[in-house]
Structure formats: structure tokens, C-alpha cells
């Protein structure tokens, strides 16, 4: 199975500042034939289920705001909360369907 | 688009047979384009994937679970299902069903959970 390791397991980000979380692949989940990373994120507030924020690693879901955007390639990958709001105080996990299983990140969570 | 699965908790003693149910409200379920999915997360724990079905009722299951999972669906009826066999304490999670949108090979739509308890 594909490991899925993010950094770091807790961050504090002040209002309105930018907050970065990390994740990291055992192997690459770029897909040579269709040129995208089969990687996603998701954000998920105490006591719901995980909402689905990027996939591709860079598309942003519908209906998710624009200061969320996914990056990277290949087995390194972040998602950036560009101006945190009280709102986003959640667990955020990276998830990969390279190959089956899919496997998620151990999950960071954001405070203020 | 909305998942329905049974709201509350379920207590099973180890050994016993857990089954969910999961019913389909919209369009989704017949159109294609869709897997049909359950995952699971321990009590303060990361996620884990059981397995998929999709709506001609062919399924791939985790194969750390794959001799006590069976997954199904029901067509007409809009709902798919999962047995686990054989419980343990560690099978104590909440269990969602998921759709799973598999041209992007990500889960977008989410019931509200479960919770399964195992314990003597």
C-alpha cells in the first residue's frame, strides 16, 4: 500500500494568515497516461464526515472557497489555506487513488 | 445528492456480523460515472477505505478485510450494502458510506456515519 505522511500533525495560524500542510507519498501517484496526480484533501470539522476540498491535487471541488488550493507533483503535495477563518478549524487529510487501496494521511490539525 | 445511512450506534459482541445499509437519494445511482463506497474511522483515528461497488455490482474490497466483506446493491431500490463478518474490538469505528465521483478518483459525497461499537 501506498504510505501517506503529512506534516505537521498540528499547526496554530492566527486569523487571516496563511496556513501550509504537507503530505507526502511512498511512491509517485502521477499517472503517466492522463498526466494527473491522483491525490486529494479534505477537511473535516469535529463530529462530520470529511468534505472533499481538492482533487487532481490542484482542482478545487465546487462550492469550496477560493483560499484553498492544493499543489505539487509526483509524491509531494501541499494544501494552502491562504487567509485562515474561524471556520477552518478542522482535521485535514491527503488521500491518494493511485493504486487500490486508496490510503489517507494520518491528518493535521489547523487551530487558531 | 444525499447519502442515508442509519443514524445512531450499533453494539455488536465480538464475533457477530455487522450490516449497513446505505440508500441513494437523486440521480447518481443509475447515470454512471459513480462507485459506490464504504470507509471507516476509529474513535479519534485516521480513515480507512473497506471497499467499492459499483451500480452492475462489481466490488473490490481492501485485502486487509477481503475474507470478511461483502458488499451489494440493490438497483431498483437505490442502495447498497456491507456485511462484515466475524467482529473484533478493533472493528469499532464509525462506518460512512460514500460516493465515490471515479473519473477523479476522490469521495464526494458522504453520509453522516455510524458509529459501530464492539466490545463483550
Known amino acids: 500500500d501506498i504510505v501517506m505522511t503529512q506534516s505537521p500533525d498540528s499547526l496554530a495560524v492566527s486569523l487571516g494568515e496563511r496556513a501550509t500542510i504537507n503530505c507526502k507519498s511512498s511512491?509517485?501517484?502521477?499517472?503517466?497516461?492522463?498526466?494527473?496526480?491522483?491525490l486529494a484533501w479534505y477537511q473535516q470539522k469535529p463530529g462530520q464526515p470529511p468534505k472533499l476540498l481538492i482533487y487532481w491535487a490542484s482542482a478545487r471541488e465546487s462550492g469550496v472557497p477560493d483560499r484553498f488550493s492544493g499543489s505539487g507533483s509526483g509524491t509531494d503535495f501541499t494544501l494552502t489555506i491562504s487567509s485562515l477563518q474561524a471556520e477552518d478549524v478542522a482535521v485535514y487529510y491527503c488521500?491518494?487513488?493511485?493504486?487500490?487501496?486508496?490510503?489517507f494521511g494520518q491528518g493535521t490539525k489547523v487551530e487558531i | 445528492q444525499v447519502l442515508q445511512q442509519e443514524s445512531g450506534s450499533r453494539l455488536l459482541k465480538p464475533s457477530q456480523t455487522l450490516s449497513l445499509s446505505c440508500a441513494v437519494s437523486g440521480d447518481s445511482f443509475s447515470i454512471g460515472g459513480y462507485s459506490w463506497t464504504w470507509l471507516r474511522q476509529p474513535p479519534g483515528k485516521g480513515l480507512e477505505w473497506i471497499g467499492y461497488i459499483n451500480s452492475l455490482g462489481i466490488s473490490y474490497y481492501n485485502p486487509s478485510l477481503k475474507s470478511r466483506v461483502t458488499m451489494s446493491v440493490e438497483g431498483p431500490k437505490k442502495q447498497f450494502s456491507l456485511t462484515l463478518s466475524s467482529v473484533t474490538t478493533t472493528d469499532t469505528a464509525i462506518y460512512y458510506c460514500?460516493?465515490?465521483?471515479?473519473?477523479?478518483?476522490?469521495?464526494?459525497?458522504w453520509g453522516q456515519g455510524t458509529l459501530v461499537t464492539v466490545s463483550s
Open positions: 488521500q491518494q487513488y493511485f493504486n487500490t487501496p486508496p490510503t
Open positions: 511512491q509517485s501517484v502521477l499517472y503517466s497516461s492522463d498526466n494527473k496526480n491522483y
Open positions: 460514500v460516493r465515490e465521483r471515479t473519473i477523479a478518483r476522490a469521495f464526494d459525497i
